[in-house]
């Protein structure tokens, strides 16, 4: 298995850079807009759908309206709608799944590979999803010592090395079954955040 390492990129272009082998995570920083910054941090309405791609996503506003205002609720959308086709574009996936995660703990907070082919995500309110580059970890413990402190877990080479997704960046992660030849990217749900702990997380994920 090859070596595999990360790129952070300012254009969204940038994400193109996920079909290659020896790389297998993307993080598209982005400007966070004083729209996101507003968004309250209520409890949102589950979402999890399977649509294809070029259906509008119309149908979540009144699910989501009465949380976040009819404005924020627009801007969300359009935003969503807009990762979906970058998504759908670079994985030709014919049908994706979309999640709202609304989190008042940490989801997995275990570091981790995904068992799927690529997820993309991005962090509305909360703090990011945190990954480790591939020469920082010993993927001989993956999925073991979960309960250790970082300091003393044997996966973690290197502590200092843990990243995290800034606020609004758009992350693409390959799982474990993109291809035989990438390893999928080690991450987690960042284990502390505000207080009281609350994330929005959405993410797309392909289906065939
Ligand atoms: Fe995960």
Redesign the pocket.
């Known amino acids: 298995m090859n070596s595999v390492s990360y790129k952070v990129v300012e254009e969204k272009e940038g994400l193109r850079e996920i079909a290659k082998a020896d790389i297998n995570c993307v993080i598209w920083q982005r400007d966070v807009p004083e729209w996101v910054k507003q968004l309250p941090k209520a409890v949102f309405p589950a979402v999890d759908i399977c649509i294809s791609p070029d259906r509008e996503l119309d149908f979540i506003k009144p699910r989501l309206s009465r949380y976040v205002g009819s404005q924020s609720t627009l801007y969300l959308t359009e935003d969503i709608k807009a990762l979906l086709k970058i998504y759908s574009e670079l994985t030709k996936c014919r049908q994706a799944r979309i999640r709202f995660l609304s989190l008042d703990k940490p989801?997995?907070p275990g570091f981790?590979?995904?068992t799927l082919v690529l997820?993309m995500i991005c962090t509305y309110i909360g703090t990011g999803?945190e990954w480790l580059p591939d020469e920082h970890v010993d993927r001989r413990y993956l999925g073991n010592y979960q309960q250790l402190e970082d300091q003393e877990n044997p996966l973690i080479l290197d502590v200092s090395q843990i990243k995290r997704m800034p606020l609004y960046a758009v992350g693409l992660?390959k799982?474990s079954r993109y291809g035989s030849d990438t390893l999928g990217v080690v991450?987690?749900?960042p284990t502390w955040s505000s207080v009281p702990y609350y994330r929005l997380v959405v993410s797309i994920d392909g289906r065939e």
């Open positions: 989801m997995c981790h590979t995904d997820r999803t992660l799982g991450h987690r749900s």
